[in-house]
């Protein structure tokens, strides 16, 4: 990366000419990202926090019948290390050039084709932001009533969703310090569940998980997507992240560094919800340690866990992703971009979300938003690594009348075959979209003639 075309990309910069000789707090912008603050042991704590989905423990549970325990542990352990491959390999551009996702989408969708891979990413994240929010709140609001009497869930997401909008607007140097202390808490907390989970049910887990044969078929290795499908959204905008880890971390070490800090927060949470739907037929394992009376401490350390974890998952998942659109599609800096990322959450009625009315039609959402991950992924990658050869001219991209304006139609047609393909094979869609979606734009971008723009750029 020449010192020219630095300079040319800040100069163009749509939301301003930041100085990126220094970083403070909410100091973030679309431009290449000279200071970079987190080294390897900060990078790993803020995806080690950042990875932490409730969800993990339905997707644990949902493979009891098909798995036994020794299955069920390599499932999880394989798509851990899937997902620290594909983090590593759709994250180079992010790494070497200092570029955000929506500047490296540009070569392969063109400033305006990337309206898609950006709404792609940023809806979800908004909703989700919400539906967390609310479930952090109803924790901290049982908290409040098992200790103090006081039982008010309205005044505790208010306050709890206007924390996280606070702790946003100080952009990565919140969310280092955030995810790094709280990766301990987040650690000792597992840890105390799981055990808690093997001294309760140790004697009917040892009886049924272990000796069932299990298999090590298609339901073994759609096991092993249903652990990655959690992460695949932040495989698509993994260049936001990266941007910040200090260079001189090889693709090797880079790919052990994702995998080792999200393989404990899955595996336990992973495990916990696979044994405990075993040994009582209830899927949900915050409904049974909500059910343990005669726990307190395990009560309270799981809700605080509950509590905490939406918040180092939000700031880190839900809200850079949507904020960096907002910024490129409206020109606006990163802190107010933050707020209003904040405020549009309230306006995803989650009270509504968690409704057992709703659990359909967000199945069928996550399964429509889901169809297009692997085919963004598929394309990005062929695009820097086929295409431009792992070589990108920054001043092109950051021109909005250069090569890359307008849309690349080959990379909406390419999308579009692979969330067909993702649809149609819904067990193992993320895998079966890849080819499709990855050759079709392949094939498009050398012999298509309105594609030599884009190829060319």
Not at 379 to 393: A, E, K, Q
């Amino acid at each position: 990366m020449t010192n020219q075309n630095v300079q040319s990309a800040t100069r163009t910069m749509p939301s301003g000419d930041p100085d990126t000789s220094v970083k403070a707090p909410g100091d973030e912008s679309l431009a290449p990202q000279e200071t970079r603050i987190m080294g390897r042991t900060s990078y790993l704590l803020a995806w080690f926090g950042g990875c932490v989905s409730i969800g993990t423990f339905t997707m644990g549970s949902s493979v009891v019948g098909t798995l036994n325990l020794l299955q069920a542990t390599l499932a999880i352990a394989i798509g851990c290390f899937v997902i620290g491959a594909a983090l590593t390999l759709n994250g180079a551009a992010g790494y070497k050039y200092g570029i955000p996702f929506m500047v490296q989408a540009r070569s392969a969708f063109g400033f305006s084709g990337t309206r898609l891979p950006g709404l792609v990413r940023a809806v979800p994240a908004i909703v989700w932001y919400g539906f967390q929010s609310w479930i952090g709140a109803g924790a901290l609001n049982m908290v409040s009533t098992t200790l103090f009497g006081f039982d008010n869930l309205v005044f505790y997401f208010i306050t709890f969703q206007f924390l996280q909008i606070g702790l946003s607007v100080m952009g990565f140097q919140g969310i280092k310090w955030l995810e790094n202390v709280g990766s301990a808490f987040i650690l000792a907390s597992l840890v105390y569940m799981f055990y808690s989970t093997v001294q309760r049910y140790g004697a009917v887990l040892s009886a049924n998980l272990l000796d069932m044969e299990g298999s090590w078929g298609l339901p073994f290795w759609g096991a092993t997507m249903l652990f990655l499908g959690i992460y695949s959204t932040m495989i698509l905008n993994v260049s936001d992240y990266v941007r910040e880890h200090k260079h001189g971390t090889g693709p090797g070490l880079l790919t052990t560094l994702y995998s080792m800090s999200i393989l404990p927060c899955t595996l336990f949470m992973g495990l916990i919800g696979f044994m405990v739907s075993e040994a009582t037929g209830i899927a949900d394992p915050i409904q049974v340690f909500a059910n343990a009376v005669d726990n307190t401490p395990l009560l309270m350390t799981t809700l605080m866990f509950i509590a905490f974890a939406q918040v180092t998952t939000n700031v880190l998942n839900n809200v850079v992703p949507p904020t960096y659109v907002l910024m490129d599609v409206f020109k606006l800096s990163f802190r107010p971009a933050t707020v209003i990322v904040g405020l549009l959450a309230f306006a995803t009625f989650p009270w509504e979300l968690v409704k057992d009315g709703s659990a359909a039609g967000l199945q069928l959402f996550v399964q429509t938003y889901s169809a297009f991950l692997g085919p963004i992924f598929a394309i990005l990658v062929v695009d820097y690594y086929l295409i431009r050869g792992r070589t990108l001219d920054l001043g092109k991209l950051y021109d909005t009348q250069g090569p890359y304006q307008g849309v690349n139609y080959a990379a909406l047609i390419a999308t579009a075959i692979g969330a067909v393909v993702a649809l149609s094979f819904s067990a193992v869609s993320w895998y079966a979209s890849l080819v499709p979606a990855g050759l079709t734009y392949y094939l498009l971008m050398q012999h298509w003639a309105p594609c030599q723009r884009f190829r060319n750029g």
